[in-house]
């Protein structure tokens, strides 16, 4: 129970259905300032009690500050500091909430970990392996941010909201007297306040901000950035004036150097992807063609994936995609189901125009 809406009423379906219910809310690091949009925040841990005490359900508030910063913080600031654009929500989803969370579930009894997750989880009988599915409300899935649970996750997962909208949450929580019925939604960097660049400075962070050369396509120096960390692939700002619309199409940690170009040097047709995990078979034995998503609100698009060396993968799009960032998630759809996903590596991004 994050003290919002969605795990609130989460846990409220679950009562309805006869399910013995526990609420279990993290306790992260005190990084950022309390606000309505906070998760697991001294507010949002205040909002969660009162909810499991108006549900009339046993409360624990579960220490996760240690964890959180080794696995999610640190992990989001060095990603950034080489260059890269980290998913901390995958990593939180994996490392806390079906990790620590999930382990102190069981250790209470329970046999489920539920959550406010917009998603779905059936078993497949036929390849013996649990599924990971779209949520009915396509708009609010979050499929693709939970790409990397395994078996075990998913076999000790529900979600409750997978069928219902978020207007039908909002309705259900009011109607059972919830303050929280109207509270804003979470922000995507729950320990974040402002600039994430600013947050990693206060943590005594001085990789990612040493000055480098900015670079044409071609190689040539076309001014100084103040460290990598202020970029992203596809990023307009900070790059000086240039004639005409530039973007950043690649970061060179090596080099320490941000590479500009024009809108067509962001498309790429081949990508690489690591650190996979797959949901619906052990691993990729042969080349399969399926839908894939490059971020969070990126349409999936087609594409082949085949296996590579070092248990990677080899992604080629029908039609080439806008500004793969590495270090982001490639996630792998075959209708609504989640065949796997892996995180964008930067040693194969290919510019292949057609």
Known sequence: MSGGVDSSVAAALLIE??????????????????????????????????????????FYVINCEKQFDERVINYFCDEYSHGKTPNPCVVCNQELKFGKLLDKAKELGADFLATGHYARVDYDAQKRRYILKKAEDKNKDQSYFLFSLTQEQLKSALFPLTEITKVEVRRIAKK??????????????????????????????????????????????????????????????????????????EIDAKKNAVIIGGAEDL??????????????RKKLTSSLRAKVRIRYKHTEQSALIEPSSGGRAIVTFDKAQRAPAPGQAAVFYDGDAVLGGGIIERDRLENKKL
């Open 17 to 58: 259905k006869g399910f013995d219910v526990i609420g279990l809310t993290m306790k992260l690091p005190a990084v950022s300032t309390d606000s309505d949009g906070r998760c697991c925040g001294t507010k949002a841990i205040d909002d969660a009690r009162a909810v499991a005490a108006k549900l009339d359900i046993p």
């Open 176 to 249: 059972l007297g919830m303050k929280i019925h109207d509270k804003k939604e979470s922000q995507e960097i729950c320990f974040v306040d402002g600039k994430y660049q600013d947050f990693m400075k206060a943590r005594g962070i001085s990789a990612g901000f040493r000055p480098g050369n900015i670079l044409d396509i071609a190689g040539n120096i076309t001014g100084e950035h103040h460290g990598l960390a202020y970029y992203t692939i596809g990023q307009r700002k900070g790059i000086g004036a240039h004639g005409a619309l530039r973007y950043v199409t």
């Open 267 to 280: 498309m790429r047709r081949v990508i690489t992807v690591g650190n996979l995990n797959w949901i619906d």
